[in-house]
């Protein structure tokens, strides 16, 4: 959250010459993101106002995925799903490069990242969710997760059984517990398409109890379908710090889905145990943050126990029917 | 340059409601300001689209000055000066509180703060800034500038000798050099107004060669009005690090300010000290923070060295005649 760039007003009003949507009038830093830089810009053409979102690419994102994520968006786009097209230079690029670094323009979309989400906007959120799902499957590139079940171990590995227990002291005997029944459990012919793969509140845009905009698609990838489905269930359905689970966000969420996408008999069977990954997913990056962020910096941390609680809560069989049928 | 607090959807639109500006759209936090949070907010009311900036006061910025701060907004907005007006809630107070904080809505400026200016936007400024002063003379409240002379000493005490030495080695002997001189020339019947005290390039938006917005007025105070033209000098007229200095700039900036408010000549004279006592200022809070901000904090340490430069520039006999007249 944060602005690592600093872009003079003559860079940027030489930046966006380069797309033909009229003169700078006007570009905030906006503290989004979580490690690009991102400025809201308006310009203005025939004395209309436009606005965009301008992102600088830092070092977390790979400038050779950028093909992916940016026509992702101008595909999903294309299909009427509420994503935010890519504006091309004038050149027909969808991005360039700013001494050294990747950028591209963004058309802006409205709509605010609500808190305390009503059934009405999570049954919105599971319907977004299915139609870029549906809509990504005749895109043609693909991107693997490398957030995904084969870095887990990897992941916990880096963590140690000591730095996991320095969070908390069963944190490192729960993940022992349950790397290796996700290994064992982990379905292997789901279907697979495009996944958002982070679709938290923060990367959804509401107005009223309407979906305006899904955001932020760098960690999309291809993966299985109905673990995107888990993801974000375990975003969406629980109190912040995860002690409390929301029964009427799980099963709007749900329904909101497969109002447009039915999940099948296998998939549907398949949740808890991909909720349970989304939840080791969260805990073990989280963990890993956790240690390497000084308790004093300026970035907030991200308690990794939030998800510990959500895994254990998956784990129960007291909650098998949370995904029950819900047609 | 941070968000500090996080605002949900719901008490955004809570708080954007007490306004009557219409609905919320749009909330993006953004990077601006020494220790506020900022948001950019979007309303729409009857189809028209309206935007605000909202700030929330945090630790640096003490409540009690707020009606100093945002009561001298609306009168300069009044008189026709680039602020933005505040807004005011339906019981017409221009701030409240929100779980103990202060919170103020602010009209949206375009334009953007340049990097390079050019004599014309150098000239603009030293317009605007001497119509701030003319038009904050019938202002009915004072603040005390606490980071005016009679605070140096104390800021060098804090720093110590050996704290400046440990940035350069001859910036505790430069100090010691000047404090006294300082001291005893500081100039005592000159004309006194509110000054903005901050007048940074950051601090101004510019469209083209016209000043579209001054904001940012937290240190603004009631001090010696040709102080003012003294800080905007050494912030407008020289590279960032201090080592060059732009006479076209600084004669352009002067020019303006005249075109509007003449300096009388005690004031013309008394620019050399103001300006040495303007470039103290910024080296001391400068060493203070750089002192006190670890060396890997996320904040970008501004260096004290580039006011450094600026007092031996101002100190130098040489270059005396930079005040000279101008008309």
């Not at 790979?62 to 093909?67: G, K, Q, S, W």
């Not at 171990?153 to 290796?180: D, K, M, W, Y």
Request: proline share 5%; with cysteine.
């Amino acid at each position: 959250m944060a602005v690592y760039t600093q872009l003079g007003a003559e860079a940027l009003a030489e930046i966006i010459g380069r797309f033909g949507v009229g003169t700078l009038v006007s570009a905030k830093g906006i503290a989004e993101g979580v490690s690009n830089s991102n400025w809201l810009i308006e310009t203005e053409a025939a004395g209309k106002a436009q606005r965009f979102i301008l992102t600088m690419y830092e070092m977390r994102v790979d400038v050779d995925d950028l093909p992916f994520f940016l026509g992702l968006l101008d595909h999903l786009a294309e299909r009427g799903c509420p994503v935010p097209r890519t504006i091309h230079d004038r050149d027909n690029q969808p991005f360039s490069l700013h001494e050294g670094k990747a950028l591209a323009l963004i058309e802006f979309l409205p709509g605010v990242s609500v808190g305390d989400p009503t059934p009405a906007q999570a049954r919105a959120v599971g319907a977004a969710l299915a139609q870029i799902h549906l809509a990504a499957a005749d895109f043609a590139r693909q991107r693997a997760n490398d957030l995904g079940i084969s870095a887990w171990q990897e992941l916990a590995q880096a963590c140690g059984g000591e730095g996991l227990a320095s969070i908390h002291p069963e944190l490192g005997t729960l993940v022992e517990r349950e790397l290796p029944r996700l290994a064992r459990q982990w379905p292997q012919d789901l279907p697979r398409s495009v996944i958002h793969a982070d679709l938290f509140p923060d990367n959804v845009l509401i107005l009223g109890d309407r979906v305006s905009g899904l955001i932020d698609f760098y960690f999309a990838c291809t993966d299985i379908t109905a673990y995107d489905v888990a993801v974000t269930h375990a975003a969406w359905c629980f109190g912040n710090d995860g002690r409390r689970f929301y029964r009427e966000l799980s099963a709007a969420l749900l329904a909101g889905y497969e109002s447009v996408r039915p999940l099948s008999s296998a998939e549907r069977s398949a949740l808890p145990v991909l909720a349970r990954g989304a939840a080791m997913r969260f805990l073990l990056t989280r963990a890993y943050d956790w240690m390497n962020t000084p308790a004093d910096a300026l970035v907030t941390r991200k308690d990794p126990m939030a998800f510990a609680r959500r895994l254990e809560f998956y784990a129960d069989q007291a909650n098998a029917g949370i995904f029950g049928s819900q047609s």
